[in-house]
C-alpha cells in the first residue's frame, strides 16, 4: 500500500481512539515484520500531536511447533512491559493478545489496539462510529442474558450457561483507559460457565477454521459435556483438528472458550480467499456469522490460560438469548443492530 495511504487509515484509526496533543503512544513490533504499518502510526500520531515512540523488540526464535497464543517476547523483557504500561495508548503490531503481558499493560490503564491484518483489508474494514453503536446494542443485550441456545440446520443444538465472565464488544477502536481492540473487528461475545456449556455443534462445509486459516470441507461434530469437548467427528477436518490440538498436549484446550456474533456487513465471507496472511479478523466480524472457540478464557478473567486455541465463524446459524432470537439463520434478528442502507 502507498505509504500516504498507509499513513492517513492510521490517522483515521488514533482519531477515533482520541489520540490528542500531549499523550504518549508506542507503537510495538517485532523484527522486521510490519515496520510500514509502525511508521505509518508514528507519523499519524505526529500530525495529532502526541508523543510517539517506536519499541522494537528482536524477531523471535524459529517455531518449533504449533502457534501457542499468550507467549510474547515481553514474557522475558519486564523493563519493557513497565515502559508500556507507562503509556497512554499501545499499538500492537506483535499480537499480545491472551498474554500476562497485555493484561499487565492494560490493568495500568493503557488502552492496546492490535493491528496486525493486511493493510487493503484495513483500508476497507476502517472503523465507524455507526458501526461501534451497534456492536455496543449487541454487547447490552448479551450482558442481561442468562442462557445462550445456538442450533443449526446441519444438527447444532449447545446450550451456554452465561453471565459468569463479561461481555466485550470488539469494534475496531480503543479511546477508554485499559480498553482493548483489534482492527478490524465488528463482534459481541462472552464465555460459557466452566462446567455450564453442553450439547452438539456441527460444523457444515463453509465454516472456518481458525488458525488454520482455511474452509471447513465436510462435517465436523463436536460433542460438549460439563464445558469441555468430549469428542470430536467426522472426515479429514476433523482428524486435523484433533491432531492439531493433541500436539499441545493440554487438555484444557478442549475446554469451551468464548462464543458470540459478528455484525460488520462490509466484511466478507469469502475474505480467506483474497487475504490469506492475516488472522481471520475478516471472517470473526462477517454479519450474522456465529462463532464458537475452545481453549483459554484468561481474556475473560476465566482461570484457563491453555495456549491451544481455535476460533470457528460458523455460517446459518440461530442463535437465542434468553429464547428471544438474536440470530436467526445467519441474519441478524434485532432492528437496532442490522445493517444500515
Known amino acids: 500500500m502507498d505509504r500516504n495511504v498507509l499513513t492517513e487509515i492510521c490517522l483515521h484509526q488514533l482519531t477515533l481512539s482520541g489520540v490528542h496533543e500531549g499523550e504518549k503512544v508506542v507503537v510495538l513490533s517485532q523484527g522486521s515484520d510490519r515496520l510500514d504499518y509502525a511508521d505509518a502510526f ?20 524459529p517455531a518449533t511447533g504449533s502457534w501457542a497464543v499468550g507467549q510474547t517476547g515481553l514474557a522475558a523483557n519486564p523493563d519493557a512491559v513497565e515502559a ?23 490493568a495500568a490503564g493503557t488502552r492496546v489496539l492490535t493491528a ?13 462510529k455507526e458501526l461501534r453503536e451497534r456492536v455496543e ?7 442481561k442474558a442468562k442462557v ?22 470488539e469494534y475496531g477502536y480503543t479511546d477508554e483507559p485499559g480498553r482493548w481492540d483489534h482492527w478490524p473487528a465488528a463482534f459481541v461475545f462472552t464465555g460459557g460457565t466452566d462446567d455450564g456449556v453442553d450439547g452438539q455443534i456441527v460444523l457444515a462445509p463453509g465454516d ?5 486459516n482455511t474452509y471447513v470441507r465436510e462435517k465436523v461434530t463436536y460433542t ?60 470473526r466480524s462477517f454479519y450474522g456469522n456465529v462463532m464458537f472457540s475452545t481453549g483459554p478464557n484468561n481474556e475473560l478473567g476465566g482461570p484457563n490460560d491453555t495456549a491451544c486455541h481455535l476460533d470457528i465463524p460458523m455460517r446459518g446459524c440461530s442463535l ?9 439463520d445467519g441474519d441478524i434478528a434485532v432492528k437496532e443492530m442490522q445493517r444500515r442502507t
Open 42 to 61: 508514528l507519523a499519524a500520531g505526529q500530525r495529532l500531536g502526541a508523543q510517539m515512540y517506536h519499541m522494537r523488540l528482536p524477531a523471535p526464535l
Open 84 to 106: 508500556l504500561k507507562q503509556a497512554d495508548m499501545v499499538v500492537d503490531l506483535i499480537f499480545l493478545l491472551f498474554s500476562p503481558e497485555q493484561m499487565a499493560i492494560q
Open 116 to 128: 496486525v491484518e493486511p493493510a487493503p483489508l484495513l483500508a476497507r474494514l476502517l472503523p465507524t
Open 137 to 143: 446494542v449487541g454487547a447490552e443485550i448479551l450482558a
Open 148 to 169: 445462550m441456545r445456538i442450533t443449526s440446520k446441519h444438527g447444532t443444538d449447545v446450550t451456554y450457561t452465561i453471565g459468569k465472565y463479561p461481555t466485550i464488544a
Open 208 to 212: 472456518v477454521l481458525l488458525p488454520f
Open 224 to 283: 460438549i459435556e460439563k464445558g469441555f469437548v468430549t469428542d470430536i467427528r467426522g472426515g479429514l477436518d476433523a482428524e486435523l483438528i484433533k491432531s492439531y490440538m493433541g500436539e499441545f498436549n493440554d487438555p484444557r484446550g478442549m475446554g469451551m472458550s468464548h462464543v458470540g456474533w459478528g455484525l460488520d456487513h462490509r466484511a466478507q465471507w469469502h475474505g480467506l480467499t483474497q487475504f490469506p496472511g492475516g488472522m481471520g479478523m475478516e471472517l
Open 320 to 328: 437465542f438469548l434468553d429464547d428471544e432470537p438474536i440470530v436467526l
